[in-house]
């Protein structure tokens, strides 16, 4: 109840403050981050016990948690076109294809195990655990204020569109790393800054 409590409260169908819009930062917001990490925790325990001689997926999932968390310093101090030879066109479009050759690169692995890994357990596996953990009262907020043609605006580092079909909640716009917008989010405030001119400005001639 702590996050819907600090949101604007929707009164005969419009939000107190004189709210446009409610935007909202899909990971740790939408579901329960910490039970999330608990079942993923114990999914790979059990992964790992039975086939022991992949346990080298773990340090490959360890360092592109961390390489993803430190990109923009990473980008900032090296040629990452020339040290992963990924097109900068190529990074901007899908910048975990430059993270895939460099964390490939530090652990002399290749880039396609270093994608396979990620993708099933950073991308696909999480997402049978997310009902489990979704925050019921948020998500009836969100369906309220769609109800209330009140715009729902959803961002992440991660790819959003299968979440939230796992969550079973819809929005009115979605913006992610790698889309054509080239957003800029977190920790920058730009990107939502953006992002609300992008879904509010059009409509009400900011």
Same mark, same amino acid.
């Given at each position: ?131 489990? $953990? ?20 959803i961002f992440s580092?991660y790819p959003i ?7 079973? *909640? ?16 977190? /920790?920058? /405030? ?7 001119? *992008?879904?509010? $400005? /059009?409509?009400?001639?900011c």
């Amino acid at each position: 109840m702590a996050k819907l409590n600090s949101l604007p409260k929707l009164h005969e169908g419009t939000l107190e403050g004189g709210y446009l819009a409610v935007a909202f930062d899909l990971d740790g917001t939408l579901y329960d981050q910490k039970k999330l990490r608990l079942i993923m925790a114990l999914r790979l325990g059990l992964y790992y016990l039975v086939h022991p001689h992949r346990y080298k997926d773990l340090l490959l999932l360890k360092t592109f948690r961390k390489v993803r968390d430190h990109w923009d310093e990473i980008e900032a101090g090296s040629d990452i076109a020339a040290l992963t030879k990924t097109a900068p066109d190529d990074q901007i479009r899908d910048p975990d294809k430059a993270m895939y050759a460099y964390v490939a690169k530090k652990h002399g692995s290749t880039e396609e195990r270093v994608e396979n890994v990620v993708k099933q357990w950073i991308y696909e596996n999480p997402l049978s655990a997310l009902p489990k $953990c979704r925050d019921h009262a948020l998500a009836d907020y969100i369906a309220h204020l769609r109800e209330n043609h009140i715009p729902v605006l959803i961002f992440s580092d991660y790819p959003i569109e299968e979440k939230l079909r796992a969550l079973a *909640i819809e929005a009115d716009g979605m913006y992610a790393p790698g889309d054509e917008r080239a957003i800029e989010l977190k /920790p920058s /405030p730009k990107g939502l800054l953006q992002i609300l001119k *992008i879904s509010i $400005c /059009p409509h009400r001639h900011c």
